[in-house]
């Protein structure tokens, strides 16, 4: 007999009942992980050497970063105005081909 008799229909007219389940094995109560071995004696984990300590970072210019920040402004805004410019040159020169 297969292991899928009990699944099947009985046949047509049988009042018979399926065949029965293999009954369910004891229970046996769970009694944990197995005990593991102690480590031997005087074993430490590895040490790491401690870091040494952050060094000094320079001291801060305050009128220097102000100044170099408002050269960057003036940069950025130039060449803004350079991409504009340009930008306005081409869209003339598309829009007279278009009229003329």
């Known amino acids: 007999m297969s ?3 009990y ?4 046949p047509e007219g049988s009042a018979a009942d399926p065949v029965s389940p293999p009954a369910a094995p004891a229970s046996v109560p769970y009694t944990g992980a197995p005990r593991s071995a102690p480590p031997p004696h005087g074993w430490r984990p590895p040490v790491v050497d401690s870091p040494s300590p952050p060094r000094r970072l320079p001291e801060q210019d305050p009128e220097r970063i ?3 920040e408002q050269a960057a402004t003036i ?3 130039g060449v803004g105005l350079f991409a504009g410019a340009v930008m306005l040159v081409l869209l003339f020169i598309l829009c007279g081909r278009a009229l003329f």
């Open 7 to 10: 699944w099947r229909r009985p």
């Open 75 to 77: 940069l950025t805004r």
């Open 3 to 5: 292991d899928d008799a």
């Open 66 to 68: 102000d100044r170099e």
